[in-house]
């Protein structure tokens, strides 16, 4: 079965920091890769998603992720946080293929503050 | 409808009582999910439906837990004698399509949730 490990639970930065959020998972097949938002008050959104090709996708508001397969990570990066960007920060991983394809199973999420 | 609705927003109940959590998904969407979300523990899945095929529910987490999703669409959660433990938010969401189809697949459209207190 997949896991997903995300190694930050709350991260606090300044504006303009750059940011990294880990994520590693646990699977020895194929797998789809994401990361969702959920900004303070509303619904958990979807940020980006790596199915195939280029390693290194790009999401909304500036934000990518980079696939190392190697590594069976996906961490998140963004080069300047806005205090806008405070939320919490959840991976997930479903398995391509297999009987469990469906199942997307998220990590326990990163708490991003921003300071103004 | 436009987007994923849940009801009810907020549920008080007693210790030992049932509820039933609804979710509504996104017309069309074939595949419908459970997950629970308490804090500090992330989102926890709890039961997934993929049209007319069996429900994976791997992760419900005792037997007091059981979905159903009626017509392929409107899906009930239903706690039986509920616990203190059992207090948490419970987020529906729904896809167009599962599998290994790499067009739209496994994209959740999650809706707002149905927080449940257990008194």
């Known amino acids: 079965a997949q896991s997903v490990s995300q190694h930050n639970h709350h991260v606090i930065l300044s504006e303009a920091a750059s940011l990294e959020l880990g994520c590693n998972y646990s699977y020895g097949g194929t797998v789809n890769l994401f990361w969702y938002v959920q900004y303070p008050g509303q619904h958990l959104q979807l940020l980006l998603k790596?199915?195939?090709?280029?390693?290194l996708v790009k999401g909304i508001k500036g934000f990518e992720a980079e696939f190392i397969k190697s590594k069976f990570s996906f961490n998140l990066r963004k080069p300047s946080v806005q205090w806008s960007d405070t939320a919490e920060y959840f991976c997930?991983?479903?398995?391509?293929?297999?009987?469990?394809?469906?199942?997307?199973?998220f990590g326990k999420g990163t708490k991003l503050s921003v300071k103004p | 409808g436009a987007g994923v609705s849940q009801s009810p927003s907020n549920k008080v109940t007693e210790k030992g009582k049932d509820v039933e959590l609804r979710c509504d998904p996104i017309?069309?969407?074939?595949?419908l999910y459970w997950y629970r979300q308490s804090l500090g523990q992330g989102l926890e899945f709890l039961i997934y439906f993929q049209g007319n095929s069996a429900p994976d529910k791997s992760g419900l987490p005792s037997d007091r837990f059981s979905a159903e999703r009626t017509g392929g669409s409107v899906s009930t959660l239903t706690i039986q004698r509920t616990q203190q433990e059992d207090s948490a938010v419970y987020l529906c969401a729904s896809s167009f399509r599962t599998g290994n189809s790499l067009s739209g697949a496994n994209v959740l459209t999650f809706g707002a949730g149905s927080r449940l207190t257990v008194l």
């Open positions: 790596y199915f195939s090709g280029d390693p």
């Open positions: 017309s069309g969407h074939t595949a």
């Open positions: 997930a991983v479903n398995a391509r293929y297999g009987g469990s394809q469906g199942n997307l199973i």
